[in-house]
């Protein structure tokens, strides 16, 4: 079975600075694809970067970007340039290829994000 | 493009009664999922509908929890008896069957109250 680890619980950045986000997790498939989402306060789930496990290249959206290492099953999200409305918690997400079966995705956690001004 | 719409936002119940929550998914879209959330968790997945059919059922889903989804457009899901630990936040997410590109677009839930 999948497992997906959010090993930071909260963390805290100043306004304009970057943070990083760690996720890591466990399947035996090779290929599958991987999410950041975010939930403010307003609970709705929010899509931030999807990146496919076949693609090296880190996936890229504006100020949000991933750091996707295969081999040690790691998938970490920076935020550069922080802003107030970034303020939420992020939930990394896993979910195996289509391909019959239920493209259901398993989530961590989640890491509490407070940017400060 | 309207989103995944919940209905209600909230809903506060007494311990043994009945509720029912409707999702409505992006029109375009054949796949239903219910997650279920609670206080600092993230969502567990609960069931998936792709069209009319459900085709997968998470163990968390009891025999007092239903799920449908009718003619493959809204879906419901109904919980009987409903207990306190069945307070959370109930998500419904919606996507459409592309094999490259899969994402899932979630509503904004239904928060359970039972009492």
């Known amino acids: 079975a999948q497992t997906v680890t959010q090993s930071q619980p909260e963390m805290s950045v100043q306004e304009a600075e970057t943070v990083t986000l760690s996720c890591t997790y466990d399947?035996?498939?090779?290929?599958?694809?991987l999410f950041w989402y975010k939930q403010p306060p307003s609970r709705q789930m929010i899509l931030v970067i999807r990146?496919?496990?076949?693609?090296?290249q880190n996936a890229t959206e504006n100020r949000f970007s991933v750091n996707f290492q295969k081999a040690a099953k790691s998938f970490s999200l920076k935020i550069s340039d922080s802003q107030l409305g970034d303020t939420a918690m992020y939930f990394c997400a896993f979910m195996k290829p289509y391909g019959g079966a239920t493209n259901k995705l398993i989530f961590g956690t989640g890491t509490l994000l407070a940017v400060q001004p | 493009d309207t989103g995944v719409s919940q209905d209600p936002r909230h809903k506060i119940t007494k311990r043994g009664q009945n509720v029912t929550f409707r999702c409505d998914p992006i029109?375009?879209?054949?796949?239903l999922y219910w997650y279920r959330q609670t206080l600092g968790q993230g969502p567990e997945f609960l069931t998936y509908f792709q069209n009319e059919a459900q085709l997968e059922k998470s163990r968390l889903l009891s025999d007092r929890f239903s799920a449908e989804r009718p003619k493959g457009s809204f879906s419901t899901l109904e919980i009987q008896r409903t207990e306190q630990g069945d307070s959370a936040m109930y998500l419904c997410?919606?996507?459409?069957?592309?094999?490259?590109?899969?994402?899932?677009?979630f509503g904004s839930g239904t928060q359970l109250s039972v009492l």
């Open positions: 990146q496919e496990a076949y693609k090296q």
């Open positions: 399947t035996s498939e090779s290929n599958y694809y």
């Open positions: 029109s375009e879209h054949n796949r």
């Open positions: 997410a919606s996507s459409s069957q592309t094999a490259t590109n899969e994402k899932l677009f």
